[in-house]
């Protein structure tokens, strides 16, 4: 069974720090690494991480996959209040049709 | 451009009634679907998956059932709900690389 365990589950910090959300996985066919970051509805794209892009960069927010250790991260540099979400981490398992794996997500919080 | 569309945005429905979400997809064709719950304070659960019309796989035993009557067209069913049955129900698409949700369905089983 593919699984995605995420740390910590949840986070509050001040604002101007900076934030590391981690992400391991287990699965039987990994394809690609995603980060959502979800607000009130529904998640919304961060980054994709596969085996020939294992770092990200967008702004603040950066990412990196460790194929070795089968674990990514997810990084927020000067953090805003608007960044206050919950992160979520999913793997991409393709064993003929795509399908997402999600971890619990870690909640983030944002204080001024 | 392609879009998802998925509806109702919130529902309150008595325990032992029926259910039916919809979610519909535009702009491309032959995408595979996906029905995602999410319960308060969890992550997201995948529930159904389609690869086309008629074709559901489901990935956890529950009191839902799934199915995929057009290319573009995904609908969740229940025939009983359950208080178990109350979260976020969130239906998805791809067509290779990358996902798109739909805004959601909030359940509240009561």
């Known amino acids: 069974e593919d699984k995605v365990v995420q740390s910590p589950l949840s986070l509050v910090v001040h604002e101007g720090d900076t934030v590391t959300l981690n992400c391991s996985y287990e699965?039987?066919?990994?394809?690609?690494l995603l980060w959502y970051k979800q607000e009130k509805k529904a998640p919304t794209f961060l980054f994709m991480l596969?085996?020939?892009?294992i770092e990200k960069k967008s702004g603040r927010l950066s990412s990196i996959l460790d194929k070795k250790e089968l674990s990514s991260i997810l990084n927020i540099t000067a953090t805003q209040t608007g960044d206050s979400a919950i992160y979520l981490c999913a793997v991409d398992s393709s064993f003929g049709n795509e399908k997402l794996t999600f971890g619990t997500g870690t909640r983030l919080t944002i204080i001024p | 451009s392609q879009t998802i569309h998925q509806w109702p945005a919130t529902l309150v429905q008595p325990v032992g009634s029926p259910l039916s979400l919809e979610c519909t997809v535009e702009g491309t064709s032959n995408p595979n679907l996906y029905w995602y719950r999410q319960a308060a304070g969890r992550g997201l659960q995948l529930l159904f998956y389609s690869v086309g019309i008629g074709q559901i796989s489901s990935e956890v035993p529950q009191n839902l059932s799934a199915s995929r009557p057009q290319d573009r067209q995904f609908i969740l069913s229940s025939k009983k709900l359950l208080l178990s049955d109350s979260g976020f129900y969130l239906c998805a698409w791809t067509i290779g690389y990358g996902y798109t949700f739909g805004s959601g369905t909030r359940l509240t089983v009561v």
């Open positions: 699965v039987t066919n990994f394809r690609s």
């Open positions: 596969t085996s020939s892009g």
